[in-house]
């Protein structure tokens, strides 16, 4: 009973933020009771490293629980997880291996296998992966909306909506609003989709149940963009980057709204916005490729060519597959007259994409190399 006291005030000084004194106490805990093997220290501990945060303070707690508790697959499996979110993905595949040999209905390790392969851009072993989780917990409603999401990126819509109605059709998901979460993410689905109609429908429910999600209001935003309501576009992105003031996607959505009405009306209003927002996209993720595309793109309608062409080599250094990039690059050049450059761009990207290209787009292609060697 004094130990489960003290675990507990521990655990309030964690919920209460004092963090460094309920580290303090656990240790002091651990250090007087060697004899015993306490779980609630390593899950108050590690929530401890979390919340600092301390990554690898997380990583190697759970390695030390493990010695511990050798049996405890959970444990594996936690440390397995974390690894992964460390980008120690062989060393997570390792520990997920192993975990599925000891215990083939270990559905996590299926679930963290699953997301390797994916992270490696291997989609059918992820696919693999996850059908087989599904097979073990059929019921597991953030499961299928992973493999939904992979089904949507290799064609398989059809059965990702299948999927995703499902969900929808059972009432005590979608009348929970603890649920609002589940929502969000199907009609973020739906977007991706290009459901627009029914995107809208479930975004607009799980606003409802939940208006503090800035990626709900992201994806509302990116509907009423596609149904051409830029005002109620606006507001939905600014509430968004209102939410959380360093969400690169919104500003960078923001940006792309902008500039296209700046492109339709010629205000320069528009155009300063847009760069404005292209830049808070940039400085708050400074690998987003699409940003540094967009920031190009308003550059460039702005006649400063050369701070286009800088963004658009670095969109290109960040993404080498980046394919609008090469185009834009190409043109670029071409109209500043600097043929062999627009030459040499346009020949890697023949290279590279020519074959995956619709007829249309070789086309295209072909044209601007013609022109470029006139």
Known sequence: IVLQNRFNAASNLIDRGR?????SELKKIAAQNPEIKMLLYYELMSKVYEMKPD?????????????????????????AFKLFQMDQADEAEAMGLEIIKTDD?????????????????????ALAYFEKAMRLEPNNVQLKLSLARLLIKNSQQERA???CQAILDDETITDDPANADILSKIGILFTEMNRVEQALQVLLNAAAMDDSNPETWN????????????????????????LDPKFASGFNNLGTL???????????????????????AIDNDPRLTSAYNGRASAFKFSNRVSEAIRD????????????????????????????????????????KFYNRLPPSEQNRLNRLIAEATR
């Open 19 to 23: 963090l460094d004194l309920a580290e």
């Open 55 to 79: 990554p690898l303070g997380v990583i190697n707690l759970w390695k030390e629980a493990i010695k511990v508790f050798p049996a405890n697959n959970q444990f594996r499996i936690t440390l």
């Open 105 to 125: 209905k270990a559905s996590r390790g299926y679930i963290l296998l699953g997301r390797v392969e994916e992270s490696r851009g291997h989609d059918p072993k």
């Open 161 to 163: 909506w299948t999927m």
């Open 219 to 242: 994806y509302l935003g990116i509907v009423f963009y596609r149904q051409k309501d830029y005002t109620k576009a606006v507001d939905a992105y600014e509430r968004a980057v209102n």
């Open 258 to 280: 902008y500039l296209r009405r700046f492109l339709e009306h010629k205000n320069p209003e528009m155009m300063t916005k847009a760069i404005d927002s292209f830049n808070r």
């Open 312 to 351: 658009w080599k670095r969109a290109l250094e960040l993404q080498p597959d980046f394919l609008d990039v090469y185009f834009n690059l190409g043109i670029t050049y071409l109209q500043a007259g600097d043929k062999s450059e627009a030459l040499r761009i346009l020949n890697r990207c023949k290279e």
